[in-house]
């Protein structure tokens, strides 16, 4: 009689496959540093949930991401050394944990949110500003509209939507997109012509960018103003006029709904991003 062949199950070490192709995974780490933070994005290819601590001696945050894997060819540390962070780690925790360490400098406070299309944990960390000496307050002149343009010396202009993302559609099929990219190169005509500035495009024909891709095309070029042009749809016929949005948040709910649309997340998500910027 044949003798039995005892196989090892690999399955009792090793994560099944169905288990695994329902992880996200890690694509890549970058960051940017300004004056007022440091902005730390943790690209995924899906999306996650995640806790957040901060332990000291030394000063350090941590992130787990859930359900979340590594993969092993990345780059474990990165170095930032900009006065705020020091470092920061990556790590596959446990098989289905992901750890990201930022070892501080000077922390007074952060903020933590995530982002959908493209996936995304954004991490902003505000430094502790050493308090200084009163000094003589200087009397200036008043700077008028003019003078202050002339200190804008590259402007980015960003068409919204383009390629597979036409935008709002019109009655008659105008797409959004199309409008957008012509008032984009009409401004940036006007603009060097009248102030001589350096204008840049995300995008200057019928293309697909990603949202991430935009403003990294703004802080590559170190713009002084970012310009973002869209032509937004009513439910009301008889709607006209503008609207003019700048960079802060809001508890208004019409604001609110244009700003969740734009970013193809629900009203709830938004102010739960809110909420979480504002810690």
Known sequence: MKKAVILPLLFVFF????????????????????????????????????????????????????????????????????????TVRFAQFDRNTVRVVLDINRLKKYSSFMLNDP???????????????????????KVLPDQKIQRIRTVVIDPGHGGKDPGAVGPRG?????????????????????????????????????????TEIANSKKADLFISIHTNASKKRRARGIETYFLNWTNNRQALKVAARENRISITRMRKIQDGLQM
């Open 15 to 86: 994560m099944s496959s169905g288990e695994a192709s329902r992880q996200t995974t890690v694509k890549k780490l970058r960051y940017s540093s300004y004056k007022s933070h440091t902005r730390i994005v943790v690209d995924l290819n899906g999306p996650i949930e995640y806790k957040q601590h901060r332990i000291s001696n030394p000063d350090r945050l941590f992130f787990d991401l859930k359900k979340c894997a590594l993969p092993g060819n990345m780059k474990k540390t990165i170095t930032v050394n900009n006065g705020t962070i020091k």
């Open 174 to 214: 105008l797409n959004e997109k199309d409008i957008t990219l012509y008032v984009g190169k009409k401004l940036g005509k006007i603009l060097k012509a009248r102030h001589r500035v350096n204008v840049v495009y995300t995008r200057d024909r019928d293309i697909f960018v990603p949202l991430n891709n935009r």
């Open 119 to 141: 996936n995304r944990l954004v991490i902003d960390v505000y430094p502790a500003v050493k308090a200084k000496t009163k000094k003589r307050v200087r009397k200036h002149k």
